[in-house]
């Protein structure tokens, strides 16, 4: 058996390279504009880690298990070299056995090969993940893709018996299951592709053991099917059907086309998403420092940021003491649901749908030139403190983009915001500076905290601070293993500043706003209690009311002036990748003078029967949301007798 397995995976040789030359191009385009030693765990993995699944890595993983099984059985009626091995002293099961599995060993180790150098490319940066490594993830991830490919080749050995009528049927079904998934939010377990969903306990990846369990019987079953069909396959030379020579080249020369379209397809999106190469569509400008690529329908928006962009920059260059600026490349036709704009190493991409004030994109377009110039006057040392300094990186980006491009009213609304969030959720430096800050508060509050708390940094140890900060950071004599709290002692002493002064200021600071924010618009959620419907769906029912005073007596709430959006947000994978968990709207019922907050959440985007949630609303017309901290739900799967009456939680 051995060395049947051994034979066939000599047979196989051709494909491996064709995938090892495709994993190379896949890597060399991903690192077109960015920096291996700047990714971090959830950067380089960014989309495969989100939660749900990503049809089209889906429909791309399954198409090497399709087509090193296609490789199997065809060519060897075709040839008639089949009939060699059925005249071995061995059982036409084993012949069956040692091609399905040598092409099953031949994927997996391609797998294990492909997140090898993953692991190699993260450890050029010394901290990745931002200073914590996730390994059952990174293992998780092998092995399930392992088991996927090891389904979806049992599927090819079946459909290449079908020959282009059973590709046809199987291109349909993925196309359709992917149709299903975008449309309908899931097709459930008839979507092979389930296997590959994210979900997250924590910051642990659960996998789909059910859709696992259940599409493994179905490819044993499909085995069972191919084996008989192809245990009964008659070659060319026994009187099946013979195929031309010239036949077997147009095939062939169609093949390598479509590889290569397909190359040049994912070269061309991945190299487009990371500001590398230009789609054909894409009109491009250039200033002293930019070099935009964006859509012509932008052109407008596009010709107001050329105006304002080097000048921009200058007085950024300026504030942080830069000597000079680099040139940075600008994707202005990236779609991203995660941010509004995005910043590697000198590439920046902006989603230009997120606002629609040309002076807002403008202000993004300054808040990621600011993480440019972190990465570049830190040498990317700001990496490799991630979780102590990431309310630092955003809040120094909106601080310094306010400052060059001021938008007050969006800018007073983000603060107070953060005002009623520290103080009701009492929020300290030490909060901010750990790692797990986004798995207990809403992280928006990096950016509106962060801004505030440089603020206050400014005040104390000057704004020339900020650059001498990021130099001092990234030099060699700061050792790269401190923890949070120690690398920021340090370093603030470095610059002849104190983080207590800091800190205090802060604290000033911050009381001050509170007590000038008119605390009306944020009403306290009492209480809340969640149930399953019979439909499936989770309800959650919050009383609101007002604010305590300093005696802890509640005043009765001002029902003229509450919020006119609530929402909730489900869903704790914020602390793992840079996905945005779902949100849902809420609904007001007032009766018997309380008032009440009723969100309905779909069965889909809770799954299981334990769930964590965050309530807000938006205090201000077109403000961020307030959130509160995070709560912990239980609805059962299945709605027992009487579901209708919520549980308190």
């Not at 801004?451 to 601070?465: H, I, M, P, Q, R």
Request: proline share 4%; charged share 20%; with cysteine.
């Amino acid at each position: 058996m051995f060395v049947l397995i051994f034979k066939e995976l000599r047979q196989l040789l051709p494909i491996a390279w064709l995938w090892l030359a495709v994993i190379a191009l896949g890597f060399a385009s991903r690192l077109i504009g960015s920096r291996a030693d700047e990714e971090t765990f959830a950067s380089w993995y960014e989309g495969y880690l989100d939660v749900g699944s990503d049809p089209m890595i889906a429909a791309v993983a399954a198409l090497v298990g399709l087509v090193t099984a296609w490789s199997l059985f065809p060519r060897e009626i075709d040839d008639s070299t089949i009939d060699f091995l059925r005249a071995l002293p061995v059982s036409r099961t084993q012949v069956f056995m040692a091609k399905y599995l040598a092409a099953v060993l031949l994927v997996s180790c391609l797998t294990i090969f492909s997140y090898g150098i993953d692991a190699l490319l993260l450890a050029w940066n010394p901290e990745s993940l931002g200073g914590k490594f996730y390994p059952q993830v990174f293992y998780t991830l092998i092995w399930r893709d392992i088991v996927f490919s090891a389904i979806i080749v049992a599927h090819g050995v079946l459909i290449s018996w079908f020959r282009v009528t059973g590709l046809v049927v199987y291109v349909i079904y993925l196309l359709g299951v992917a149709w299903l998934e975008s449309s309908a939010g899931g097709a459930g377990l008839f979507s092979v592709l389930s296997i590959l969903s994210n979900e997250y306990h924590g910051s642990r990846l659960v996998v789909d053991l059910r859709a696992i369990v259940v599409h493994a019987i179905v490819a044993f079953f499909l085995l069972c099917i191919a084996h008989f069909l192809w245990g009964r396959a008659a070659s060319a030379r026994s009187g099946g059907k013979q195929r031309s020579r010239a036949g077997g080249f147009w095939r062939a020369l169609l093949s390598v086309g479509a590889f290569l379209a397909l190359g040049v397809t994912l070269l061309r999106i991945t190299a487009s998403e990371n500001g590398g190469l230009v789609d054909d569509s894409l009109s491009v400008a250039t200033t002293a420092h930019f070099r935009f690529a964006f859509h012509p329908a932008d052109e407008r928006t596009v010709n107001y940021l050329l105006a304002h962009a080097d000048e921009d920059f200058k007085e950024l260059g300026a504030r942080l003491g830069a000597d000079e600026l680099p040139t940075v490349r600008v994707n202005l036709a990236a779609a991203s649901e995660h941010a509004a704009g995005l910043a590697t190493w000198k590439t920046i991409r902006m989603d230009l749908d997120t606002f629609e004030a040309d002076v807002s994109q403008r202000r993004v377009l300054s808040h990621e030139a600011v993480h440019v110039m972190q990465s570049v006057l830190s040498n990317r040392a700001l990496a490799r403190h991630f979780g102590a300094t990431r309310f630092f990186v955003e809040g120094m980006a909106q601080y310094l983009s306010f400052a060059i491009v001021p938008e007050e009213q969006r800018r007073s609304s983000n603060r107070a915001i953060a005002a009623v969030a520290w103080k009701r959720q009492d929020i300290r430096f030490d909060d901010m500076s750990d790692p797990g800050f986004a798995s207990r508060h809403d992280p928006d509050l990096y950016y509106s905290l962060g801004d505030l708390w440089t603020e206050s940094f400014v005040a104390v140890c000057g704004e020339a601070a900020l650059g001498d900060f990021l130099r001092a950071a990234g030099s060699d004599d700061v050792p790269r293993s401190l923890s949070g709290t120690v690398f920021w002692h340090g370093t603030l002493v470095a610059l002849g500043c104190e983080l207590e002064r800091v800190n205090d200021q802060f604290q000033q600071d911050m009381q001050s706003l509170y007590e000038r924010t008119d605390r009306s618009r944020f009403p306290v959620f009492d209480s809340a209690r969640v149930s399953r419907l019979p439909d499936g769906r989770v309800r959650i029912i919050a009383t609101l009311g007002a604010e305590p005073d300093e005696s802890g007596v509640s005043p009765e709430l001002n029902q003229d002036e509450l919020p006119a959006r609530f929402t909730v947000r489900v869903g704790s994978n914020a602390s793992l990748v840079a996905a945005v968990d779902p949100v849902f709207r809420g609904r007001i019922e007032r009766s018997e003078g309380e008032v009440q907050i009723i969100y309905e959440v779909p069965a889909r985007a809770v799954p299981r029967s334990r769930f964590e949630y965050q309530l807000g609303y938006s205090p201000y017309a077109d403000s961020r949301v307030w959130y509160d901290t995070r709560r912990t739900g239980t609805a059962a799967v299945e709605a027992p007798a009487g579901a209708g009456n919520p549980s308190p939680q």
